[in-house]
């Protein structure tokens, strides 16, 4: 009989939901719980906030929340936990992760912290051009933050063979963390395409957690799913060919159905016969997907090119700073005293003479989403948020948007209303920029650590 192991989402993103990811723990009879937490803007957004406070550590601001809810559960049933929540600070995470187990009274457990990911220093001398531009790399030093390479499941997969139980990594490709499992466990070879191909596109259908269980999915009328309120993560019992069956804890709410998967499946990835990770190219244009039965999607022959040489560069910069404010108008007539608004408004930054290389003033319920594409005879709405957002070099000129904003309160037109603003209305920019380095160049180290 075929092994088989199981294998659950704990999250999609930094700010998704705790509670499936403690449900799958406790629930989900898994072998393996993995976490995947980072988008492209972390890594950057990350460094930013260490420069201001010396006393952030660097890893996911969730990292405890997390833990303490499925620690206890995964080291009593011996599921192993794979998370990227390391950010800029693998090592940290991996130690905060020990001193939690710790305070469980769970001892002899083996974590790893996965480094290497991190080459801020040397990114201008390992790459050569910006792929979104052209422009050489160099160009981007006076703004350089943070250069993070995407590695794949290959270091993992050393942790786990070294009988690590907890492994933290930071940049890791977002499949590659549920990739890893299955090349450890079936004793996978990193070059064979075919089978890191079909595990690549499992991991890549639970990377995004809910939204293969219903999540981004449900739309009332058209696409309803039960109970969305109660979404469960999803789980996949894969086999050593790469087949799998993507499933959920029995219960809980939204659905896996083919329309579920194939959404999932297309979901950013803009060539599915190439979809390029570290590990594998993963070709998509080859699955059989079949109902397995209720919230049962079996998944076969998605196939696999050989990798790429490369590795993919998120570089993130510093772009400026953005300002930021609303206000309100409610009844008969909003639309056409938030046009007023924005006039009054356009023409009082000309007074202040606000240096912007960017500037919105959009009405919610109306425009701000298509912004010119919006129809002309869009219905006129009852109530209207006014947002006001300028893009500047610094963040004095920032800071005039609010200043503006206030002064609707009482020197705008009738029936403006206004927030009082104790919430922070500039924020610094991180744009993030690619480029492509030879993979020989990014090693990664594993460091051990056991409560």
Same mark, same amino acid.
């Not at 160009?139 to 350089?144: E, G, N, S, V």
């Not at 309120?229 to 896996?256: L, M, R, Y």
């Not at 070099?393 to 037109?413: F, H, L, N, P, Q």
């Given at each position: 009989?075929?092994?088989?192991?199981?294998?659950?989402?704990?999250?999609?993103?930094?700010?998704?939901?705790?509670?499936?990811?403690?449900?799958?723990?406790?629930?989900?009879?898994?072998?393996?719980?993995?976490?995947? #937490?980072?988008?492209?803007?972390?890594?950057?957004?990350?460094?930013?906030?260490?420069?201001?406070?010396?006393?952030?550590?660097?890893?996911?601001?969730?990292?405890?929340?997390?833990?303490?809810?499925?620690?206890?559960?995964?080291?009593?049933?011996?599921?192993?936990?794979?998370?990227?929540?390391?950010?800029?600070?693998?090592?940290?995470?991996?130690?905060?992760?020990?001193?939690?187990?710790?305070?469980?009274?769970?001892?002899?457990?083996?974590?790893?912290?996965?480094?290497?990911?991190?080459?801020?220093?040397?990114?201008?001398?390992?790459?050569?051009?910006?792929?979104?531009?052209?422009?050489?790399?160099? #160009?981007?030093?006076?703004?350089?933050?943070?250069?993070?390479?995407?590695?794949?499941?290959?270091?993992?997969?050393?942790?786990?063979?070294?009988?690590?139980?907890?492994?933290?990594?930071?940049?890791?490709?977002?499949?590659?963390?549920?990739?890893?499992?299955?090349?450890?466990?079936?004793?996978?070879?990193?070059?064979?395409?075919?089978?890191?191909?079909?595990?690549?596109?499992?991991?890549?259908?639970?990377?995004?957690?809910?939204?293969?269980?219903?999540?981004?999915?449900? $739309?009332?009328?058209?696409?309803?799913?039960?109970?969305?309120?109660?979404?469960?993560?999803?789980?996949?019992?894969?086999?050593?060919?790469?087949?799998?069956?993507?499933?959920?804890?029995?219960?809980?709410?939204?659905?896996?159905?083919?329309?579920?998967?194939?959404?999932?499946?297309?979901?950013?990835?803009?060539?599915?016969?190439?979809?390029?990770?570290?590990?594998?190219?993963? $070709?998509?244009?080859?699955?059989?997907?079949?109902?397995?039965?209720?919230?049962?999607?079996?998944?076969?022959?998605?196939?696999?090119?050989?990798?790429?040489?490369?590795?993919?560069?998120?570089?993130?910069?510093?772009?400026?700073?953005?300002?930021? $404010?609303?206000?309100?108008?409610?009844?008969?007539?909003?639309?056409?005293?938030?046009?007023?608004?924005?006039?009054?408004?356009?023409?009082?930054?000309?007074?202040?003479?606000?240096?912007?290389?960017?500037?919105?003033?959009?009405?919610?319920?109306?425009?701000?989403?298509?912004?010119?594409?919006?129809?002309? $005879?869009?219905?006129?709405?009852?109530?209207?948020?006014?947002?006001?957002?300028?893009?500047?070099?610094?963040?004095?000129?920032?800071?005039?948007?609010?200043?503006?904003?206030?002064?609707?309160?009482?020197?705008?037109?009738?029936? #403006?209303?206004?927030?009082?603003?104790?919430?922070?209305?500039?924020?610094?920019?991180?744009?993030?920029?690619?480029?492509?380095?030879?993979?020989?160049?990014?090693?990664?180290?594993?460091?051990?650590?056991?409560?």
């Amino acid at each position: 009989m075929n092994k088989t192991i199981r294998i659950g989402s704990g999250a999609a993103w930094w700010g998704d939901r705790i509670e499936p990811a403690a449900l799958n723990a406790e629930h989900g009879q898994l072998d393996y719980l993995c976490f995947e #937490t980072m988008a492209e803007a972390t890594v950057s957004a990350a460094q930013v906030r260490s420069r201001r406070d010396s006393g952030f550590p660097g890893y996911d601001t969730y990292l405890d929340d997390r833990m303490r809810a499925v620690l206890s559960a995964c080291m009593r049933q011996g599921t192993r936990i794979i998370s990227n929540q390391g950010w800029i600070n693998p090592q940290a995470a991996a130690e905060r992760v020990v001193e939690l187990l710790h305070e469980l009274g769970i001892s002899g457990v083996k974590v790893a912290a996965v480094t290497g990911s991190l080459i801020t220093e040397s990114v201008l001398d390992l790459t050569d051009n910006i792929l979104e531009n052209g422009e050489p790399t160099s #160009t981007l030093a006076p703004a350089l933050i943070s250069a993070e390479a995407y590695l794949g499941a290959e270091p993992i997969v050393e942790a786990l063979r070294a009988g690590a139980q907890i492994v933290i990594t930071g940049r890791v490709a977002d499949p590659s963390i549920f990739m890893a499992p299955m090349m450890y466990e079936f004793g996978w070879d990193p070059l064979d395409h075919a089978r890191l191909g079909a595990g690549n596109g499992i991991g890549h259908l639970l990377e995004c957690g809910a939204q293969v269980t219903g999540g981004y999915f449900s $739309d009332p009328g058209f696409k309803d799913v039960p109970e969305p309120w109660n979404f469960g993560f999803p789980i996949a019992e894969v086999q050593e060919d790469g087949s799998a069956v993507i499933t959920k804890v029995k219960g809980t709410g939204g659905a896996v159905t083919l329309q579920t998967v194939k959404e999932q499946i297309l979901y950013e990835v803009h060539d599915p016969a190439n979809y390029l990770t570290p590990d594998v190219v993963v $070709d998509f244009t080859t699955v059989n997907l079949e109902q397995d039965g209720p919230d049962r999607v079996r998944v076969t022959h998605i196939s696999g090119k050989p990798r790429t040489p490369t590795l993919k560069v998120s570089i993130g910069c510093t772009e400026g700073f953005i300002g930021e $404010d609303m206000f309100f108008y409610a009844g008969p007539g909003a639309l056409r005293r938030a046009r007023l608004a924005k006039r009054i408004l356009e023409e009082r930054f000309k007074i202040v003479k606000l240096d912007a290389q960017d500037l919105r003033i959009d009405f919610l319920g109306v425009n701000a989403i298509h912004g010119d594409a919006t129809p002309e $005879d869009a219905p006129e709405p009852y109530e209207i948020a006014v947002r006001v957002a300028a893009r500047t070099r610094t963040r004095s000129e920032a800071e005039k948007v609010g200043r503006e904003v206030d002064g609707m309160a009482v020197s705008g037109i009738a029936h #403006t209303g206004k927030r009082v603003p104790h919430q922070e209305r500039t924020r610094e920019i991180i744009g993030v920029w690619s480029s492509l380095v030879p993979r020989e160049n990014v090693p990664a180290t594993v460091t051990y650590f056991e409560s």
